[in-house]
Nanobody
């Protein structure tokens, strides 16, 4: 299983970015895609979760109302639309693919998001 993030970069406060997470190499059809972030010196924080069907979504309190997660199930790709970005959103954002079949987790390498003006 391969998981890869893209779309990070530098953005000014108040700006927007869209992250993508593409997963491949699996056949199970029940899974969740989750976005996490970790800033220097801080613990990893779960940002958003979406089920493969797209029906179930969940957000961390710090991003609720500003970030939106979506999924293209046919292509096993999730997106994280981040609006009204703040300096405290600066972190490495990582994508996680989780399936309850065996409880397996698969991680991407992460993408850096920097919010600075």
């Amino acid at each position: 299983v391969h998981v890869a993030e893209s779309g990070g970069g530098l953005v000014q406060p108040g700006g927007s970015l869209r992250l993508s997470c593409a997963a491949s190499g699996f056949t199970f059809n029940l899974y969740f895609m989750r976005w996490y972030r970790q800033a220097p010196g801080k613990e990893r924080e779960r940002v958003a979760t979406i089920s493969a069907s797209g029906i179930v979504t969940d957000y961390g309190a710090s991003v609720n109302g500003r970030f939106t997660i979506s999924i293209d199930n046919a292509n096993h790709t999730s997106y994280l639309q981040m609006n009204n970005l703040k300096p405290e959103d600066t972190a490495v954002y990582s994508c996680n693919l989780y399936t309850p079949f065996g409880g397996h987790d698969y991680w991407g390498q992460g993408t850096q998001v920097t919010v600075s003006g």
